[in-house]
């Protein structure tokens, strides 16, 4: 058996002890092997898209828009907390609880909207990636690209392409292996952000007066916390959290099942935690160095990168890159891995994985050997992302509200209502933000 196996056992053995009340262990070690799944779905969360919002909104309007920041992560924090229930209690990931209560017109209208939505994702995620590697030794593939004629973002694109398949091996190998890497990646994103707010020298007072206080200025600035907010939850990884719970570890006693979920609620309170610190920590850096400069005309990450060498160092721009690296790479392996979750839950048929890698990359080397901006193309998946938004979450509030589905999990009353406000909200915001991408001047 091998080694990958073997930690999925032991962490197996070790949940089920715990369940059970046999593990003497203190709580941080019976706490541990509960933890993972929301590592992997928070990806989501602080993937490159993310960037572009976060730089915008600190650098037009400084530490104002930090509340919604905060609040928008509280609301994902109820979603992927019921993603992972759902997963938990049903043992059947929401794309199969679709295919279950669905006709089977709808359910395969869900499949192709939900492939879509999937792979707009991927195409965001392995930009960023592509983008990180590029900025990280600019010359050397501007070089590159100057002797060939080819786009200077297609190397690092098919560099990132091959460390995409390198990854996809670690599927083989259990649940274990793939959870340590995300939160690795996970972690290497926070411990920049945290050296970047650390060379930034924020105002810490005005930090914390705007992470409380809500506050706007003019018309932009409710646009562009709209945008924020709207664009906080996504559609994939609901999805993929339920299906990451459902058959993790599996119990049907109503006692255990409880306990389990609780530990769960820990591991999202944890892992959104460092989402919601990663995206303020953006916006942090946006607001102390080009807000506070006067460089509120900051459109793209490239110019991001740029900008940062002259006001706070070399360091700074390479942490920056290194981090939308780790960003991209491990966004990108969890938008595969959501793809295969959508497809098996609708369907009756799979594609090997590493088929659907190849597939989902190439709309992005199409992007690239057209020399489109990586920053619009951006803005463009986040559209889609928000077109496919009400066909995950309305369901996943039905679902969840349940008895006969949900059992002892099923949602309060009160989970019901202030989930369904937040979905209304998050819907609306999203159909807002449609319209004013496709009537700018409306």
Known sequence: MSTAKQSDLSTLKSAQEVLEGKSKKGFLARLLPFLGPAF??????IDPGNYATNIQGGAVFGYQLLWVLLASNLM????????AKLGIASGKNLAEMMRDHYPHWGRYAMWIVMEIVAMATDLAEFLGAALGIYLL????????????????????????????????????????????????????????????????????????????????SGAESVLLATGILGATVM?????????????????????KL???FRFEVIDVLIAMGIAASVNAAMLIMAASTFYTHGLSNIA????????????LGGAASMVFAISLLASGHSSSTVGTMAGQVIMQGFVPFKIPMWVRRVATMFPSFIVIALRLDPTHTLVLSQVVLSFGLPFAIIPLVVFTAKREIMGVLVNQKITTIVASVIAAL??????????QTFFPGS
């Open 426 to 435: 998050i819907v609306a915001l999203n159909i807002f933000l449609l319209y």
């Open 137 to 216: 030794f600019p010359a050397l593939f501007n070089t590159i690209a100057n002797l060939t004629t080819l786009p200077p973002l297609l190397v690092p694109a098919l560099l990132m392409g091959g460390l995409a398949m390198v990854v996809l091996l670690l599927e083989n190998q259990g649940f274990r292996p793939l959870e340590v890497l995300i939160t690795v990646l996970v972690g290497v994103v926070a411990v920049c952000f945290l050296v970047e707010t650390f060379l930034d020298r924020p105002d810490w007072g005005a930090i914390a007066y705007h992470s409380i206080i809500p506050q706007f």
């Open 76 to 83: 994902a924090m109820l979603i992927q907390s019921m993603a």
């Open 258 to 260: 409880k306990q389990l």
């Open 300 to 311: 793209s990450i490239e110019e991001a990168y740029r900008t940062l060498t002259p006001l």
């Open 40 to 45: 992997i779905a928070c990806v989501a969360y």
């Open 235 to 255: 559609p994939h990884v609901i999805f993929l959290h339920s299906g990451l719970t459902q058959g993790r570890i599996v119990t049907r006693e109503p006692k």
